[in-house]
C-alpha cells in the first residue's frame, strides 16, 4: 500500500539546470517535507509545507524552493542546479500539527518516500 | 531543540537482542522521544516514540531513564533484516507544521548470520 510516493528514484541533471523534484501523497496529510540526505550529515530539513500554498524554510532552504499548489503534492525545485545539491532528497508528510501537550496517541508519525537520488554533474 | 548523541555503529549476533543507546539530555518536559530507521535505498520508517513511560510495541520496546535524559531501543530478536541506521530524535513541537524532526548522524547497526 504505497502512501508516499517521489517522481524519480534517480536522476542525473547538469549544472545550471532547473530541476523539480515531485511528491505525492495518499494519506489527506496537511504536512508535508522536504529533507536531504549526505554521509555524515544525517537528514537535514530543506523546506515544509502545513497547508496548501503555504511554506516554511527548514534548516538549509538556500538553492531550493517548494510548491504546494494542491494538498497531496509539494513540489521542491532547484532554479539552477550546482554540484553540491548532489543528494538523496527524501519527502515524508505527517498528519497536522499539534499544542505542545499533546495527547499520547496523537504521535504525528512521519511517513518517508523512497527518495530520489540526484546527481548533479 | 534538544540534541542526542548516538554510537556511530553496532553489531549484534542474529537472533540476541539489539540494544541502541541514545543521549538526549537537554531535553524539555513537553518532548517526546521518537525511534526511526532506514534501510539502506529506503526512506526512513518510524518505529516507536514515548514521553516518559517505557513503551513496548511490535517491532520494538522503549526504555526511558527516569530522568529523561536517555533512552534506549530494544530490539528483542534481531534479524538480517534489522540491518538499518536507527536514528534517535527529540520531537520539536510546532503548532503549524506539526512535529518537524531533526534527525542526526543516526547508529548503523549491522546485524551478523
Known amino acids: 500500500d504505497v502512501k508516499v510516493t517521489q517522481s524519480s528514484r534517480y536522476l542525473v541533471k547538469r549544472t545550471g539546470e532547473k530541476v523539480f523534484l515531485e511528491c505525492v501523497q495518499d494519506?489527506?496529510?496537511?504536512?508535508m517535507f522536504w529533507y536531504r540526505q549526505d554521509p555524515g550529515l544525517g537528514l537535514r530539513l530543506i523546506y515544509f509545507s502545513y497547508d496548501v500554498k503555504m511554506k516554511e524554510k527548514g534548516d538549509i532552504p538556500e538553492g531550493y524552493s517548494v510548491s504546494r499548489e494542491k494538498k497531496e503534492r509539494f513540489s521542491l525545485i532547484l532554479e539552477s542546479a550546482s554540484t553540491n545539491q548532489t543528494s538523496m532528497y527524501l519527502c515524508?508528510?505527517?498528519?497536522?500539527?499539534?499544542?505542545?501537550?499533546?495527547?499520547?496517541?496523537?504521535?504525528?508519525?512521519?511517513?518517508f518516500g523512497p527518495g530520489t537520488r540526484l546527481t548533479v554533474l | 531543540d534538544a540534541k542526542t548523541t548516538q554510537p556511530p555503529s553496532m553489531d549484534c549476533a542474529e537472533g540476541r537482542a539489539a540494544n541502541l543507546p541514545c543521549n538526549h539530555s537537554t531535553i524539555s518536559g513537553n518532548e517526546y522521544v521518537y525511534w526511526y530507521r532506514q534501510i539502506h535505498s529506503q526512506g526512513p520508517q518510524y518505529i516507536i516514540h514515548g514521553l516518559k513511560n517505557n513503551e513496548t510495541n511490535e517491532m520494538a520496546s522503549l526504555i526511558i531513564t527516569e530522568d529523561r535524559k536517555s533512552s534506549t531501543l530494544i530490539l528483542p530478536h534481531a534479524t538480517l533484516r534489522d540491518t538499518a541506521v536507527y536514528y534517535c530524535i527529540v520531537r520539536v513541537a510546532n503548532n503549524n507544521a506539526g512535529n518537524m524532526l531533526t534527525f542526526g548522524g543516526g547508529t548503523r547497526l549491522m546485524v551478523k548470520p
Open positions: 515524508a508528510s505527517s498528519s497536522p500539527g499539534l499544542e505542545v501537550l499533546a495527547g499520547p496517541d496523537d504521535y504525528n508519525e512521519q511517513f
Open positions: 494519506m489527506d496529510h496537511e504536512n
